[in-house]
Each structure stands twice: as structure tokens, then as C-alpha cells.
């Protein structure tokens, strides 16, 4: 049986899409997955590879990001990588990236295969006609491009997955694409429009997953709570011990979540990131209610200067997302808020940033992600006049950083003395065994 490996960058999304390849390559019957040593490793491409010779991959699989500019970067970065410490071995490349720009990834070394969004089911049939027709082998020049346009990707791709390679979390995707416009993003050409995953579907991989002991279930998407709109068909949820019958549309996500929840076995449930305009008093509710709804919020904030979330196309001002935090804190005192903050978006003046700065500041947000705005091609905002010098945004990053620390150490100040439950994990780091957990 053949050996393939994988390295993901991005989001837990990718992650989740991670699993999928996988999976479908072991159910193929020809392919076994082994860890891949030294994914990024030393800086030098050419640095002996020190995997053990039982578990050296035939096939290394990289799944691309395409966020920032950085993301592109990182992933070039480990694709010449890979092929320096392994020249004989063929790379796969899938993922956003791939999605967005196929041939600029076909061009590096070693890449045999470059897959899109929508064509990601294909893995193991398309990896066994490069094989047949020898186009694996090394010296073989030729790279197979097979990236649909996203526009045919119109329903969930639903691959079954019931173990994972983490040991107590479980990622479980339930939406895919978005049919938003914010100026800065791209993903839509990437991902493409919104779909659902059937409610079924969702509950039977549950209900697996929590039978092979995993004790989390994350909830993924690239817009959760755009989850349903698209179904046509009511869905009733009787059987995963949830309300019966259809509901109106904008309650699907809440009615899947009420289901999950009453699943026996599970030990937390958490959502990944949400829109500010997805989180509404149904779901605070829900999550003030249920012990094993894990008290956190991570939420794409983006700016606190209605100006620039006017020029970004987002659906909300500045007072809507402090309206909220404020509700939710209310609701759910010991509830991490976090968020995401986009530093520099094209405009975006010395008021503009103080305005973020000085609203972040009076929240009761426990962490707050911010990072430089990256021009992406494609974007909107890729032709916006007033783009932020480099030196700025990297200043402006690190002032948020900086109150970022302040706020995740209050945050924690406030559970000093508290008993919680923590779901124990172990990993590896710097050749020791560790264990950590996550409240």
C-alpha cells in the first residue's frame, strides 16, 4: 500500500478539507497516511530529510491557503521544501490558492497535481491515472491541472468522516462558500457560492465520531450562519432529538445546534467563526443554557470605523458589533470574545484606527486577532486608491497586540480560583510529550 502525507495551512476549514483528502485516499484502499516530518523544517530546502524510511511518504499533499499575501508565501515556502528534501517525491497541491491560481502553483518543483475547490473529490481517481499513465515518477515533467471553474461547484461536496487526526476535537463542516462581497476577500472565487450540508448528514457524522471517543465537536463553515438557506426541503430533526418540521430559514443554524446538543456522549460543542449579523438572541440563548455549549465567540470584526466598513462592504457599523458584544457578555458573563481586526484596509486613516483602538478597548473581548491588510488579486479593494504604507499597518498591528495581552490576561485574571472542566490533549514539542487542554 502506498504512502501519502499532508500539510495544511489556514483555517480550521482547510483543516476539516484535510480530512476529506484523506479520507477519501484510505477508503480508496491504495493509500495509508503517515505524519509528514519536517513540513516547513530548516531553511535550508536542501537539509537532509530525517524521516524514518518506514513511514516516508510517496505522495505529499499540500493544502494552499490564499488569505494574505503571506499565506500564498508560506505555502511556496513548503512546497520547495518538500521537494528539496524529498526531489522523488510528486506533491499535490489543492486548496484556495490552487483554486485561484492553478498554473502559478504547477510551475514549482515537484508539484504533479494541482486540484480545486471543486474538484477536491477526485483525489484518489486522479492520483491513479497519473500513476497509470507513469506521470508520477521522477523526471516526469508533466503536472495535471484539474481546477474547475468555481462557479460548477453548487453542492456539498459530503464525505463521511469518522476519525480524525486529532485525538479529542472533532471538526465537523456543515456549510461551504459565501455569498457575501466584502472588498478585501476573495474566497468567494475560491469557494464559491453558499451550501449546506443536509442536516442528516450533519447529525449521523456526530453521532460516529462521538461513538470513537472524541469528546468536541467543532462547528465549521465558511459562513455559518449562512447553514440551511440554501435547502429547499424542511428538515425535520426529530431523530437527533431536536424541534420537528421546518423552521424560517434564518433559525437553521440555531434548530441544528439545539439537536447536536442533546446528542449523548458529547462532551463540549463549539462554533468556529461567525458573522457579527449571524449571532443573534436565539443562539446567545442557547449558549447561556446549555453547560456543554463552550462559552466562545469568535467573530470577523474587521474595523471600528463605520467609514471603512462602508468601503469594505460589510453589513454592519461600529455600534452594532459593540451592541452585540455587549449583549452577549450580559448573557453569558464568563464567555471569551474574540476577534478579528484588518489593520491598514486602503483609506484607513490615524482617526479611523483610533476609532477601532478605542472601541476594542472599553469591550469585554478576551483576545483580539489583528493582522495587516494584504491586497489580493481579484479583490474589490485590489484598486483602492490610499493604500497604507507597509511600516504603518506593521505599527498598527503591534499596538493591537499589545492590547490584545492586556485583554487575554484580564480574561484569564478573572478564572483565578475557578474550577472548570478541560478536555485533556497530548502533543508533542521540542522532543518531549506534553499534555494541554482547553477550557
Known amino acids: 500500500m502506498k504512502k501519502v ?47 524514518a524510511t518506514a513511514d516516508v511518504p510517496d505522495v505529499v499533499v499540500v493544502n494552499t491557503c490564499t488569505v494574505t499575501a503571506r499565506a500564498d508565501a508560506s505555502a511556496r515556502k513548503a512546497i520547495r521544501r518538500i521537494h528539496g528534501s524529498r526531489p522523488d517525491c510528486p506533491i499535490v497541491v489543492t486548496g484556495c490558492y490552487a483554486q485561484r491560481a492553478p498554473e502559478e502553483l504547477a510551475a514549482l518543483p515537484g508539484v504533479k497535481l494541482v486540484l480545486g475547490a471543486a474538484d477536491r473529490a477526485l483525489v484518489a481517481a486522479k492520483l491513479a491515472d497519473l500513476e497509470r499513465d507513469d506521470r508520477l515518477r521522477p523526471g516526469q515533467a508533466s503536472v495535471e491541472v484539474a481546477v474547475s471553474p468555481i462557479t460548477e461547484a453548487r453542492t456539498f461536496i459530503d464525505v ?94 440555531v434548530e441544528l445546534v439545539t439537536g447536536i446538543l442533546q446528542l449523548n456522549g458529547l462532551a463540549r460543542f463549539r462554533l468556529s467563526s461567525i458573522e457579527p449579523a449571524s449571532i443573534d438572541d436565539a443562539l446567545i440563548d442557547l449558549m447561556a443554557g446549555h453547560d456543554r455549549f463552550a462559552r466562545h465567540f469568535h467573530i470577523p470584526f474587521q474595523s471600528g470605523s463605520d467609514a471603512i466598513l462602508q468601503r469594505m462592504q460589510r453589513r454592519y457599523r461600529a455600534r452594532d458589533f459593540e451592541r452585540l458584544v455587549e449583549r452577549i457578555a450580559a448573557r453569558v458573563p464568563d464567555c471569551g470574545i474574540g476577534c478579528d481586526v484588518i489593520c491598514g484596509f486602503p483609506g484607513e486613516s490615524d482617526a479611523d484606527f483610533a476609532a477601532t483602538f478605542e472601541l476594542l478597548e472599553r469591550l469585554p473581548l ?40 492586556d485583554k487575554n490576561l484580564a480574561f484569564r485574571q478573572r478564572h483565578v480560583g475557578l474550577e472548570v472542566q478541560v478536555l485533556v490533549e497530548t502533543g508533542r514539542r521540542g522532543g518531549q510529550t506534553l499534555l494541554g487542554g482547553w477550557t
Not at 484510505?26 to 524521516?51: C, F, M, Y
Not at 440554501?230 to 430559514?249: H, Q
Open 160 to 253: 463521511p468522516i469518522t476519525e480524525m487526526m486529532e485525538h479529542t476535537r472533532a471538526y465537523v463542516k456543515v456549510q461551504e462558500g459565501c455569498n457575501e462581497s466584502c472588498s478585501f476577500c476573495i474566497i468567494p472565487k475560491t469557494r464559491g457560492a453558499s451550501r449546506s450540508r443536509h442536516p442528516h448528514s450533519v447529525m449521523t457524522q456526530i453521532r460516529e465520531l462521538l461513538g470513537h471517543g472524541y469528546e468536541e465537536i467543532v462547528l465549521t463553515g465558511v459562513h455559518l450562519g449562512d447553514y440551511g438557506l440554501d435547502l429547499e426541503l424542511p428538515y425535520p430533526m426529530s431523530g437527533a432529538g431536536g424541534p420537528a418540521g421546518g423552521v424560517e430559514r434564518r433559525r437553521r443554524l
Open 366 to 405: 478576551s483576545y483580539v486577532h489583528p493582522f495587516a491588510y494584504s491586497v489580493r488579486p481579484g479583490s474589490t479593494a485590489e484598486t483602492f486608491p490610499d493604500q497604507v504604507p507597509a511600516d504603518l499597518k506593521k505599527r498598527r498591528v503591534a499596538a493591537l497586540k499589545r492590547l490584545f495581552r
Open 5 to 51: 502525507a499532508f500539510t495544511t495551512f489556514g483555517c480550521r476549514l482547510n483543516q476539516y478539507d484535510t480530512e476529506m483528502l484523506r479520507t477519501l485516499l484510505e477508503r480508496s484502499g491504495q493509500w495509508q497516511t503517515v505524519p509528514l516530518s519536517n513540513p516547513g523544517g530548516s531553511d535550508d530546502a536542501t537539509a537532509p530529510d530525517t524521516q
